[in-house]
């Protein structure tokens, strides 16, 4: 993951080897942090940089938005608290996951701050407050309709009543949203709804609801906190209308190979796609091993059914895949590029420019949050300063 400099021809100046950059620019993750902090005031904008900080690196990423002025960060594992503290040492982490069995005194040892999502795991956490004679800070975690990890309303309300509550420090009162990306989904008022009855228990707590599509929602339910992740990496929090972020991440792959397949000839393992016509194709080392989907590749059976299926850009033209995506690489057909700009040593845009990461991860049958997140180690990265 070595940062090299781009030439001014077609390829860049790269290390025998390196044949995929990853630019990730940190001026627009900060200037996605601001936009959303001064969309959300009076209320805290805080990061979400769990998951390797959606793949862009977790250091850079939070030392950026820390010179960015965020303070609070959200993470889904212990691990990635303890590195987030060697970035930022003085921010506040949560971590989402809560605790395993266990791990209490670790959290202290980290200045990390877990989400209680169970009543286990408030007894655990209760025990080392006893143990370290303090009221130790943690979130709470009430569940309002993901019935996924979280304590039943009923349960967290009884923490005021049987006086466990008095014996850590609560310093947030939080949700999830099931699909605040359709701000008419039922669901999403019925959450509301819910969370205000919560909150209602927990005078003088700080709240949290909205994740980055939570922060666009008609009713503003911004509460005292809001979670961002998704759109500080550039995804669009609002789908189905224009991306109000900037774009994070650019992604490219020098061709390492043009070759000529006449009408009939197939491509890619079990043969799923069969040239039409004669065809140009173009031999990216990229593959399902760096984090590209295998369900992007085109096929026969995709074509007949007018399936989207993943596309390159070769000097702005749209480039099929065509056949499986295998482990290393991906065949794009580059027919339509005049020869002279799909030559071996030539770019390929995987993400960036008119590939937004939403098309990208729609093309490749998934989401942008899984492009991201699967962005693989294997490719050289460049950091655009902040």
Known sequence: MKAHPIASGGAWAAPQGEPALLTIDLAALAANWRRLRDLVRPAECAAVVKADAYGIGIDPAVRTLWGAGCRTFFVAHLGEAERLKSAAPDAVVYVLNGMLPGMAAAYVRTDARPVLGSAEEVSEWISICAETGRRLPAALHVETGMNRLGLTLESALALQSNGQLARFEPTLLMSHFVAAEDPVAPVTSRQIDAFD??????????????????????????????????????????????????????????????????????????????????????????????????????????????????????????????????????????????????????????????LDLDEVGRRAGTIGYEILTGLGPRYSRRYLPA
């Open 197 to 354: 009855r919560a909150r209602a228990g927990f005078p003088g707590v700080p709240a949290s609801l909205a994740n980055s599509s939570g922060i666009f929602l008609p009713s503003r339910p911004h509460h005292d906190l809001v979670r961002p992740g998704y759109a500080l990496y550039g995804g669009n929090p609002t789908p189905g209308s224009a991306n109000p972020m900037r774009p994070v991440v650019h992604l490219e792959a020098l061709i390492v190979q043009v070759r000529e397949v006449g009408t009939g000839e197939t491509v890619g393992y079990n043969a799923r796609w069969t040239a039409p016509t004669p065809r140009r194709l173009a031999v990216l080392s990229v593959g399902y091993a760096d984090g590209y989907p295998r369900a992007g590749g085109g096929t026969d059976r995709a074509a007949a059914d007018g399936i989207d299926t993943a596309t390159a850009l070769v000097a702005g033209i749209r480039c099929p895949f065509v056949g499986r995506i295998s482990m290393d690489l991906i065949v794009i057909d580059v027919t339509e590029v005049p020869p002279a700009r799909a030559r071996r040593g030539e770019r390929a845009v995987l993400i960036g420019g008119a």
